[in-house]
């Protein structure tokens, strides 16, 4: 005999989320049912459904907001004038919970990946040329993870800047090489920003 159809559909639903297995998803579900009460239930669904309603990217730099443009770009306090680009949100959130980057970010969506086939075109690449190419930016620090994607979209990245009167420089020291800034620690992102070399 099998689960009750609502039990079923929320296996299912938990299934479409990364590392859970369909074990996992038939514990959450159960769970769902037997611990949280109608409150904790409303709330979460409210809460998935608000990540994808109000949310979208900033038009700037591909951080997540709620408004055209996120807090970092509208902000006063920022140094408009150094960017730091890196592939993904995550890792954005990563650097800005050190705090000790003032500039702002540009999110690249990704890193160039062959195999994959994921090229330029599908990552934010041509958009942060545009951007770096406005007289007042002074340095852009590419922070994409050392691993062989993240260098070849480094390499790619600096090559289009060529010709921009802006320095390039890269994060270095600290970061292992095949180091994801997600999975590294404070210390170490930490280093790797403050060891930054022109590029
Ligand atoms: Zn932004």
Redesign the pocket.
Known sequence: MEYPKAIVDLIDSFKKLPSIGAKSAERLAMYVYSNLDMTDIEEFSTALINVKKNLHK?K????L?EDE??E??SSKKRDHNTIMVVENIKDLYVIEKLNVFNG??HVLDGAINFQKGIGVEDLTINELIVRAKNPNVKEVIIATNATLEGETTARYVKTLLEGCDCKVTRIAHGLPVGGDINYADEVTVLKALEGRRDY
Not at 60 to 63: D, F, H, L, R, S
């Open positions: 900033c700037v730099c591909g951080n907001c443009e996120c970092i770009c702002v970010y």
